[in-house]
């Protein structure tokens, strides 16, 4: 009888690159401390978890310094077969950034609101609060690395998760639990579909890493063809969720006036950054040889979301009725339609990098301003908590400064001078739908950029108009006057020199 050799064990142990894992690692790591401090701490003292989480938050972002210019693979497979779930590419550093700058200033933000519901008799739980924020930072920032199904769908969960429950925080709004009840139940139906159509790529495939699945399904056998074409576009529903594509988007406009102030921001720029980045993964490098599934699916998403978007903005009236925030939230729909165009432009383009580049300067671009213009709205709120839309008239008269940054964020949004960055970021997106030959796509992104000037402008003009009675005198803080500060000093920079954030269109992204 032959005798069998046992496998090593040597090969069985994973090496774990903990430079590479370091900024999600720090992130959850800090979430951790936050919980188990908050239950030493009395109420006096609980503002220091909301600094120790900054503080998290800015050494996870430093963690990347390292990493520049290397690229890192850790969880590798230990056979012959080059596949690894997690790889800190050049790709996952510029959305990771984005990640962990934009949950810092989040983090500004909620120090306000922290203090001002406590200060209304409304207090919200401190440390679940951080330690919420902190976890869903920590998921987002593991996604731009996950390199396998299995990963990815962890990740995307871990985001959202904490998520759901931030939304409904403020225990005694009626509209935040309703908002976060919506939020959870839509999340969870989009998920299961991604689950089911993870699960039929990995049985026409027999793997979960992306690179992997890319090579089998040139080989899927004509007999399961169908079932890798029902696959692929189910696997895309959990991230077009996240994106707040139509049909995808109806949580959006309740969840961002039940949410606390500083989640909504969250929500608007981290959320769609983690649901941009699934995307790309899955189609550009999972899913290449199916592009011509995902592609038009993309390219009509993008039409209808900036569409629905933008018409819906457009109805909101400046009265009483409306608040700042809704407007905002369909916004964020609107901008993600123009988000989504180069990624439906790559599966008809020669090269997909440089339509992936697109997305990726017009992110980080939304990300500054939209962020700053929820600040703003932010301190707003600390004197009309209802936020509505009339309560910005006449903010020039009271504060000059943050009326001037709200109208240069806007116009930024709107894709007008002086906002230079926000004009240069439609523009390689137009370019990137006209390259690939989706003219009846830029004809529409055309169309929808003109009617959301209307609402911009309008909001605009009413920061200039005689106030109605005496200014109202809003009461900054120094956390908020900080993130204010920052996001004005970013968008005035990237419109000074546009080329830092550009130049990702005319280079390689993914090794």
Not at 220 to 225: E, I, P, R, S, T
């Amino acid at each position: 009888m032959t005798a069998v050799a046992a496998p090593s064990v040597a090969s069985l142990v994973q090496s774990v690159d903990w430079v590479a894992i370091a900024p999600p690692t720090i992130a959850a790591v800090i979430a951790l401390v936050v919980l188990v401090a908050d239950l030493f701490l009395d109420e006096r003292r609980k503002p220091v978890l909301g600094w120790t989480a900054v503080a998290g938050l800015a050494a996870a972002g430093l963690a990347l310094l390292p990493l520049i210019g290397d690229e890192r693979s850790t969880f590798c497979l230990t056979d012959a077969r080059e596949a690894c779930s997690y790889t800190a590419d050049r790709f996952t550093l510029v959305v990771q950034f984005l990640v962990l700058a934009g949950a810092l200033l989040t983090a500004l933000l909620s120090m306000s609101t922290l203090k001002d519901a406590k200060n209304a008799n409304k207090p919200l739980p401190e440390g679940e609060y951080w330690f919420l924020l902190l976890s869903s930072a920590a998921g987002a920032a593991l996604l731009p690395a996950s390199r396998d199904l299995a990963t990815l769908v962890v990740a995307l969960e871990v985001a959202s998760l904490p998520a759901f429950a931030l939304v409904g925080l403020k225990r005694d709004d009626k509209r935040s639990s309703d908002a976060a009840l919506k939020f959870f139940l839509s999340s969870v139906t989009a998920t299961a579909v991604t689950l089911l159509g993870v699960s039929f790529v990995y049985a026409t495939t027999g793997t979960l890493h992306l690179t992997e699945v890319a090579t089998e399904l040139t080989r899927v056998d004509g007999q399961f063809h169908t079932l890798a074409q029902a696959g692929v576009a189910l696997t895309l529903v959990g991230f077009a969720f996240k994106t707040a594509a139509v049909p995808f988007h109806f949580w959006v406009p309740d969840t961002y006036v039940g949410a606390p102030l500083p989640i909504a921001a969250y929500l608007s720029v981290i959320g769609k950054a983690v649901g941009f980045t699934g995307l790309i993964l899955v189609t550009v490098v999972a899913f290449p040889s199916y592009a011509d599934v995902w592609g038009p699916a993309l390219a009509a998403l993008a039409a209808l979301t900036m569409t629905v978007g933008n018409v819906a903005a457009l109805r909101q009236r400046a009265t009483r009725a409306y608040s700042a925030v809704r407007l905002l939230a369909w916004s964020s729909v609107g901008q993600a339609g123009y988000l989504l165009v180069p990624i439906a432009s790559a599966a008809y383009s020669d090269d997909p990098q440089k339509s992936i580049g697109s997305t990726l300067a017009y992110a980080l671009m939304y990300a500054a301003v939209n962020l700053g213009a929820f600040a703003v709205a932010a301190l707003v709120a600390r004197t009309k908590p209802l936020n509505r839309v009339s309560d910005y008239r006449g903010l020039y008269a009271a504060r000059p400064l943050a009326a001037l940054v709200l109208g240069f964020f806007l116009l930024c949004l709107a894709g007008l001078p002086p906002g230079v960055i926000g004009l240069f970021a439609k523009v390689t997106v137009f370019s990137a739908a006209v390259d690939a030959g989706l003219g009846w796509l830029a004809v529409v992104m055309a169309v929808n950029v003109v009617i959301a000037l209307y609402y911009y402008l309008r909001w605009t003009a009413a920061l200039f108009r005689a106030p109605e009675g005496e200014p109202i005198a809003h009461r900054p803080s120094m956390p908020l006057t900080a993130a204010i500060t920052v996001t004005a000093v970013v968008g005035v920079a990237l419109s000074g020199a546009p080329q830092l954030i550009l130049h990702f269109v005319d280079s390689g992204l993914f090794s």
